[in-house]
Structure formats: C-alpha cells, structure tokens
C-alpha cells in the first residue's frame, strides 16, 4: 500500500518570503510516479508537477522548484518569493503503475500582502 | 482545447436518494478517475475507467458505481445516500500514451454534492 505525509497542516508567510512545503512518502514499489497538485477556493485541482523514481534531478520553473529525495522518501516543494496568488491548498500525490493516485491531507499556505 | 468538464456544479440530495454525477474527460483522454474529497482532506480514490472497463477501485461500498461510455465520458452513482457522502466529487482524466493510460491526472473543477 501507498501513504503519503504532509506534516504542516497550515503555513502561514508574508508576500516574498520564501515557503518549503514537505512531503513523505511510503511505497515498496520501486517504480512510481509522485505529483504536486494546488488547489485553490474555486476547489479544481491543478497539476504542477509530475516526477518518476528513477528521476532524481531537482527542478525548477519560475518561481517553483522541487527537491526529490529517494534516500529520505521525500519530494518537497519550495515556492520562491511568495505572492498572494500562491494562497491555495497544496497536495502531494503518488502512483504506481498509471493506476490511483495516493494524495496527502493537504498544506494550506496563506500568503499576506 | 476544454479541459474535464464535470455536471452538475452543485447537488443537494436528501439521505436515502440516488445521484448521478458526469464527467467529459479531455480531448484525446480516454482513461476516467473518480475521486471523493471530503471537507479538509485530500481527495481518496474511487474508481478508474478503461476502455469501458473499471480497471481499479479504492475501498468504497458498492453503493458506488460507475460507468464509462464509448466516447470515454464517465458516470459516477451513488445510490442510498449517507450524510457521510457529502463532498467534493472530482473527476480526472488521463491521456492514452503507447496504448494505454498515461501517468498524469487532470482534474475537472468537481460537483458539490450536499446530502440533508
């Protein structure tokens, strides 16, 4: 079986700080994909990023980056210079075999202006 | 190109009904995902949809059930309506990559289901 863990229920930063949320995950699969999804008040999921395990190589886009770590199960994601517009529900997701996905609880980031 | 289309956007039931939720999948997406998203949590996985076949389910009652049609549309019952149903329900769509379902998940905007 898949789990995935986000420990930070709530983060809480001032416009351009920068925020590192986290994300664990569990899988005896070796092979498996995980994702990052944002979901805003509207409540549509949108999908950010997607990783596969044998793809360690950290990335960036904009102000966005990812760090995928298989020695420590993890896949965090740090948003650099927050905005306002980054304001959302966050979700960690993993998947073995194009089949479900596993998400984590969720990390609310609220950014004030 | 529209994305997941999802109908109704908002449903208020009563407990015991019966519901039908629909979903469109992206152009040239042909694999369908059911999710329940209860209030705070992360979405949990229902069933996926391929080639008319359920290729998978989560752990939910057969209360749930599904359907996928030729033109990979895709409908989610619920039949026996529990409080405990109330939620966000969200569709995903995958695309065929190699003749067969591809890694990634796009979500539709979801049905708000309120069961009284």
């Known amino acids: 079986a898949q789990k995935v863990t986000q420990a930070q229920t709530e983060i809480s930063v001032v416009e351009k700080e920068d925020v590192t949320l986290d994300c664990v995950y569990e899988?005896?699969?070796?092979?498996?994909?995980l994702f990052w999804y944002k979901q805003p008040p509207s409540g549509e999921l949108v999908f950010l990023i997607r990783?596969?395990?044998?793809?360690?190589q950290n990335e960036i886009s904009g102000r966005y980056s990812w760090n995928f770590q298989k020695s420590t199960s993890s896949f965090n994601f740090t948003i650099t210079a927050s905005q306002v517009v980054d304001s959302a529900v966050y979700f960690c997701?993993?998947?073995?075999?194009?089949?479900?996905?596993?998400f984590g609880s969720g990390t609310r980031l609220q950014v004030q202006p | 190109d529209a994305g997941v289309t999802q109908s109704p956007t908002h449903l208020i039931k009563t407990r015991g009904q019966q519901v039908t939720l629909r979903c469109s999948p992206k152009s040239g997406h042909d694999t369908v995902s059911w999710y329940q998203q209860a209030l705070g949590q992360g979405p949990q996985f229902i069933f996926q949809y391929y080639e008319e076949e359920e290729r998978q389910r989560g752990n939910f009652p057969d209360r749930f059930s599904g359907h996928q049609f030729p033109n990979y549309s895709s409908e989610l019952n619920v039949n026996a309506l529990l409080l405990g149903d109330s939620a966000l329900y969200l569709c995903?769509?995958?695309?065929?990559?190699?003749?067969?379902?591809?890694?990634?998940?796009?979500f539709g905007p979801g049905t708000r289901l309120l069961v009284l």
């Open positions: 995903a769509s995958t695309p065929n990559v190699a003749g067969g379902p591809g890694e990634t998940q796009y």
């Open positions: 899988t005896r699969d070796t092979t498996y994909y």
């Open positions: 990783r596969n395990s044998f793809d360690e």
């Open positions: 997701a993993l998947s073995v075999r194009r089949r479900a996905l596993t």
